[in-house]
Structure formats: C-alpha cells, structure tokens
C-alpha cells in the first residue's frame, strides 16, 4: 500500500508539491481553508523570475522601510505593531539584510528559479496540460537616471550569474514593445524571464490531481496535529480526523500557526500584496516591473495584470484604496494614454505573501519532527518557485538525491 502523505495548503505551492508526491506513488489528500479561488496564487503577477535574485532583506531595504512607513501609498509599508512574532522576524531582516549575505543567496535563488522555469516547460508539454507560458522575459522600467544605473548594477550582476541582461534605451525599447506607448528613460532587459495566467494554470492543476485521485478538501481549517514518537500521527480538521505516514506543510502565512503546535518558529510575516486586471486591449506584450513604483504589469490571457505593494500588517484581507490607487496611478506614469478605470480600481484583489526575514523559501525537514516537511515562506517568489518547490519535497519525502543543495533553504536556519 502507497504511503499517504497529506499536504496542508491548497496554493501553488501545495498542489506542486502534491503533483511530484503524486508521480512518486504517493496516496496523496490536499487540504485548504479555502474554496479553491482566491488568494497569493490566484492574485500574483505570474512572473517566473531568475532576474529576481536578490532577496528581499537587501541594504538599504530597512531605512527604504523607515521612509516609506510614513507614506500610505508606499510600495513597501510595515505597520509597526507590538507582536513579539513580528519584532522578533524585524531583527531577524535586520540582521539578514548585509551585503555578505546577499550575495551569498544570489546563487541558490536563481538556480531554484531557473530549475522552476524548465519544470513548468515540462509540465505544459506533458499531454496533461496546456496552460498559458511564455518566455518573453522581463523589463525593468524606470524613469530617472539614479534608477537606470541601480538597476544596471544589478543587472550586471546577473551578467556574471550567467544570466542574459541588457541595458536597452527608450528607442530599443519601444523596437520590441512598439504599440504600449511607454513613457520612460530606459529598461534593463531580462531574456530568462517567462510569465503565466495565474488561474489557468491553477484549474488545470486541480483538475489533473483530482481526475488521478488525489483527495482535495476545499473550504476545511486544519485544527491541530497529533504527535506520537516525534512523528505527527494524525491531522484534525474542522471537518474529520486523517492518519498519515507524511505531512507537507505548504499553508503559507499561515504556517507559523500550526508549527507552533510542535514547539518549532519558522518566522514568516504576511506580505499583502494587490491586484487590478485590465480586461481591454493595452497593447502591452512584453511583462515589466514599473521600478519606481515597484508595480508589476503582465500581459496575460485575455487581460492585463497591474500587481504591486508589499504591506506588511498580519494576516487580513481588507483592501486599502490609497494603494489600489497608487497601482494605478504608476500605470498612468509609465504608460501614455493607460488609464485605470473606477470600475477596474474598485474590482481589485489582494494576497498574503508569506514572507521569512531572508528572502528565502523554507524548504525542508527540521529536527523537531520526522514526517513533516515543510515548503513556505516564498514571498514574492511563490509562483516562481512553485514547481521546483514541488519536486524538491518529493524528493525529500522519497529520500532521492535532490536537484539542488538545501541548505539555504533549511527550515532551522539561524538569523
């Protein structure tokens, strides 16, 4: 009899994680507290991203922080608040965010984001699937010339990564993106970038795993977990009792919540992050990242995707109209004769990015117990890394050699 592994957390992550464990031979149930619909992996930008190899908790990110605290439509805000979780992962960024240690993550970040990148090339040729992909890359938009050059710099870096990046003009720019009538100085110009229709993907993921099987609880809240012998026994939910030989833990910014159930903290803070779609042609083919603003735009099936802020706030859902504006509004800077309507500000979305103070992902098994692996802590690169994610649990749980090397991603790293 298959051994049967349960994955707590229905997003990306999750259902990647379910579809390698699925391929192994693995008894396979996916449960999630929500429907299905919504969420980071419904609301993101789509991006697949080995030019995002600079984690969050970078120099200078805390006093850019400091700054903008103060600035409600702010690309990054973080709400100051007495929680001893929060101010313990605050230090922890502090302390994460030198010079040596990114340049230490440069390498792991866009390997697992590269090994991504192919893995969803092979899901989509596989007869199983035919979802949006396309390979276009990226552009980094700016306006002023401070920005050209940060972001040249970082370029250059990811030259030397082995990545193909150029430092395009506003003319040699508008000779590949000719009709989006851009209204900006220059872009760096990432070629390994791809990008996606978030939702397209995810129903045909759902379809596959439930058309081979797999168990899928939707709208079902995980309420403990039992421990015997430094093993979890058995999952409770709001709903029913499960026994299983393994559990993945995928559940996102609400993962912290039930490790601690085990005695074990892996900081995570929610980062929400906003969505508006733009259902109307707008011309525009190739993805960008809007530097200043820090807003994402991506072309996708049918509509265009403006994606931005990172609020961090704790876990809620409430939509501020400042920031959905401020998405807004960059799209009206960057792009002539682009306006976001009323309608489309008022139809905007919002997603928990679960963030950790490094910028990098948890993925592993900590001491603390035997049968749980645990895959979160993304941030911004949840989809990116949503299939290379995926296989890495699978091949933890089957003990195979893994693709890549797991130590900066380990669950009981020291801050």
Not at 119 to 143: A, P, Q, R
Not at 292 to 304: I, L, N, R, W, Y
Request: proline share 5%; glycine share 8%.
């Amino acid at each position: 009899m298959s051994k049967h592994t349960i994955v707590i957390g229905g997003g990306i992550i999750g259902l990647c994680s379910a579809y390698y464990l699925h391929q192994e031979g693995y008894q396979v149930t996916v449960i999630d507290k929500s429907n299905f619909s919504s969420g980071a992996s419904y609301v993101n930008a789509g991006y697949i991203t080995p030019s995002h190899f600079i984690p969050l908790a970078a120099p200078g990110m805390i006093s850019k922080g400091l700054k903008w605290m103060f600035n409600p439509a702010s690309p990054l805000y973080i709400k100051p608040r007495f929680d001893i979780d929060f101010i313990k992962w605050s230090l922890a960024f502090k302390k994460s965010a030198t010079a040596a240690k990114v340049e230490k993550a440069i390498k792991p970040i866009k390997d697992i984001n590269i090994l991504s990148r192919e893995l969803y090339k092979d899901i989509n040729n596989s007869e199983d699937f035919n979802f949006h992909f396309e390979k276009k890359g990226l552009l980094m938009c700016y306006k002023t010339d401070k920005v050209g050059e940060e972001e040249w710099q970082v370029g250059q870096r990811g030259i030397k990564a082995g990545l193909n990046v150029e430092n395009l003009s506003l003319k040699e720019v508008e000779k590949i993106e000719p009709k989006a009538n851009l209204n900006i100085k220059g872009a760096i110009y990432y070629h390994s970038d791809a990008h996606m229709t978030p939702q397209d993907f995810m129903q045909q993921m759902l379809f596959y795993l439930k058309s081979k099987g797999v168990a899928i609880y939707s709208n079902e809240a995980v309420l403990d977990l039992c421990i015997a012998k430094d093993k979890i026994s058995k999952v409770i939910t709001d709903k029913q009792e499960l026994i299983c030989d393994e559990v993945v833990l995928a559940a996102g910014s609400w993962s912290p919540l039930l490790t601690k159930k085990l005695g074990l903290k892996i900081p995570i803070q929610a980062g929400k992050g906003y969505r508006i779609n733009v259902e109307r042609k707008t011309n525009i083919t190739i993805p960008a990242i809007l530097c200043e603003s820090k807003v994402a735009v991506t072309p996708m099936q049918g509509f265009t995707r403006f994606a931005g802020t990172m609020e961090i706030a704790g876990i809620n859902h409430d939509i501020n109209p400042v920031r959905v504006n401020a998405i807004a509004n960059a799209a009206k800077l960057y792009y002539n004769n682009l306006e976001i309507n009323t309608e489309e500000k008022l139809k905007a979305d919002c997603g928990l990015r679960p963030c950790s103070p490094d910028g990098m992902p948890y993925i592993g098994k900590s001491s603390k117990c035997a049968n749980l692996t645990i895959a979160s802590g993304h941030a911004m690169m949840g989809w990116s890394l949503g299939p290379a994610t995926g296989k890495l649990v699978s091949e933890i749980i089957t003990g195979k050699k893994t693709s890549l090397e797991l130590a900066p991603f380990h669950p009981d790293r020291r801050f």
